[in-house]
């Protein structure tokens, strides 16, 4: 049997956590989730996940785009796949998500089935 891919979930929120993790709880991922950016890339670090969702605006030094800048610049996480998540959707917010390297952005609220649809996809673009 192949291996699960690893699924990071990025957000501050309890509430959108737990939804994310609800939708996703039949797919074949294995789920992680963080809190906050430096937790994020802690994780990052540690399980190696294959795709992150990702919130923008979390507390800290650090912002979504942050984190999506620091991995993608990075030679070993470059390859991880990143779907934002923003409650900010106008075009200059999904233009600085597309240049900090975002493979999908997301306006909250969004369809739980739709998020799912863009990560099966992303998680085979390039393979």
């Known amino acids: 049997m192949a291996e699960k891919q690893k699924l ?9 956590r737990e939804l994310l993790k609800m939708t996703l709880e039949f797919s074949d991922f294995e789920l992680f989730e963080a809190t906050d950016a ?11 996940p294959d795709v992150i969702i990702l919130d923008i605006m979390m507390p800290g030094e650090m912002d979504g785009v942050d984190v999506c800048r620091r991995l993608k610049a ?23 998500g597309g ?29």
Do not use: C, W
């Open 74 to 96: 990075n030679p070993k996480t470059a390859h991880i796949k990143i779907i934002l998540l923003s409650a900010k959707g106008q075009a200059e917010d999904i233009r600085v």
């Open 38 to 48: 430096n937790e994020a890339l802690s994780m990052v670090a540690e399980i190696e």
């Open 99 to 127: 240049e900090a390297g975002a493979d999908a952005y997301f306006v909250k609220p969004f369809s739980p089935m739709s998020l799912l649809e863009s990560i099966k996809v992303e998680r085979y673009r390039d393979s």
């Open 8 to 16: 990071l979930i990025v957000d501050d929120h309890d509430t959108l």
